[in-house]
């Protein structure tokens, strides 16, 4: 909360000091702020729904609301990238006068929120994504108010009114950027793709030097939301007791938990492989 409030009054400021400086460089940077306003409303939103309980409709909870709002942020970031690549075009072809001083005081202060809310969200962005996205909003909003900060004091000092699009054309790349990132990782944990810090031949070798372990086949890997990762698989053993294979079961439990932080898996032993195409197969090919 305390990041959104600093976030939003600078916003404010920069939004104010941008109309009056008629800095493009200003106006982009504050609309920047305005889609960290939102990551942050959004992420707050999204991790209130995701401590509801599950319900029978919902039997995973509401864990994808945040990866539904990242989604979406990413999808206004990308709009707003291009709107700015628009405004930049005509200042180019021509170029309108700009207070070069105006828009250097309101840029430091951008400049100074900016590293007050990395500061907040540094340590949670490695466990959500979508604090993930606002972290990486503010990073980016730190260096272009830096590009806005060097721009206003060529205007300030040599009167180059082109230097303004041209800064917000490498702020609109910045956020372009970041929503390229946001939306593909939102979308292939919508598809339900293997996280990228999981190596699936990798496991499936532990999995097999586990005693009991004959096989291994149909293993799915997926994200719930970030942070939450599951897995299920066949595994084949030999024709035991269910009491017998209890150690087994633990001995794979434990393997997921500790070395690949998988807490949400489900195993289905199998005396007799099920007969359908294996992933070892597939993935040796």
Known sequence: MIALSITAIVMIAEIIG????????????????????????????????????????????????EILAAFFNGMLLFFIS??????AYHRLVQPEEIKGLVMLVVACIG???NGVGILLLRK???????????????????ISSGGVIVGGLLILYTGWYLVDPLISIFIG?????????LIMESIDIFLE???????VEEMLDELRKIQGVKDVHHLHLWTITSGINAMSAHVLIDDLLISSSAYILKEIKSLLRNKYRIEHSTIQFES???GDDLLQDHVRR
């Open 193 to 199: 793709a293997t996280p990228k810090d999981i190596n």
């Open 272 to 274: 007799k492989a099920c």
């Open 111 to 113: 400049l100074l929120a």
């Open 18 to 65: 941008g109309l009056l400086a008629n800095s493009l460089a200003l106006l982009s940077d504050a609309g920047h702020m305005l889609t960290d306003i939102l990551a942050l409303g959004l992420s707050l939103t999204a991790m209130k729904f995701a401590r509801k309980p599950p319900t029978p409709s919902k039997t995973f909870g509401f864990y994808r609301l």
């Open 124 to 142: 949670s962005a490695h466990t959500s994504l979508n604090v993930k996205s606002a972290f990486f909003h503010i990073v980016g909003d730190t």
């Open 82 to 87: 291009f709107y700015i690549f628009y405004e």
């Open 173 to 181: 790349i910045l956020i372009l950027r970041g929503a390229y990132a």
